[in-house]
Antibody, heavy 118, light 107 residues
């Protein structure tokens, strides 16, 4: 079955950096785009970034653009989100999500990992 | 960016009720809309995609309709497991955006 498992979260000071990882299994990883979506405590869902199936295409939300890099390693079935210059408003649960083959809705989600900037 | 607005923000209902949640897009998104259910502490679950297509494994009491800028999610007969928060999401263009959520509470 499809599994997405995030790691790398925790408490980080403002201005510092953090790298989140997403380990995928149960599907042909190299055929699908992977997204990061975040949810601040008690708030709604906010899309953060996407990387295409082969890593050639990347897009970012304006709120993280210039501070964030998404990458993937198809040999390891891993996706990474490197966030720099972290701010208090980046505090959220970060989830990786698999998109449909040709459309950008999310058919599988990880459980998420909490990042606290304080 | 396309803004997604859900109504109501909170909905109180009883088991067995029929409920409808609305989602409006700030510009036409054709039928590129998905609905998700999120229970507390859990990951969102895809219910509906392409406005009205039911995701595999989702009970048939869930249905979606609409196109352009106006969309609805209907639950035909509420079950205890259905009390959760529901989000719409447009995927017509980047950045993909979500509605603010509708919390479905037990009356």
């Amino acid at each position: 079955q499809v599994q997405l498992v995030e790691s790398g979260g925790g408490v980080v000071q403002p201005g510092r950096s953090l790298r989140l990882s997403c380990a995928a299994s149960g599907f042909t990883f190299s055929s699908y785009g992977i997204h990061w979506v975040r949810q601040a405590p008690g708030k709604g869902l906010e899309w953060v970034a996407v990387i295409s199936y082969d890593g050639s295409g990347k897009k970012y939300a304006d709120s993280v653009k210039g501070r964030t890099t998404i990458s993937r390693d198809n040999s390891k079935n891993m996706v990474y989100l490197e966030m720099n210059s972290l701010r208090a408003e980046d505090t959220a649960v970060y989830s990786c999500a698999k998109s449909d083959y040709s459309h950008y809705y999310f058919d599988y989600w990880g459980q998420g990992i909490l990042v606290t900037v304080s | 960016d396309i803004q997604m607005t859900q109504s109501p923000s909170t909905l109180s209902a009883s088991v067995g009720d029929r409920v409808t949640i609305s989602c409006r897009a700030s510009q036409s998104i054709s039928a590129w809309l998905a609905w998700y259910q999120q229970r507390p502490g859990k990951a969102p679950r895809l219910l509906i995609y392409k406005a009205s297509s039911l995701e595999s494994g989702v009970p048939s009491r869930f249905s979606g309709s609409g196109s352009g800028t106006e969309f609805t999610l209907t639950i035909s007969s509420l079950q205890p497991d259905d009390f959760a928060t529901y989000y719409c999401q447009q995927y017509n263009s980047y950045p993909v955006t979500f509605g603010q959520g509708t919390k479905l509470e037990i009356k």
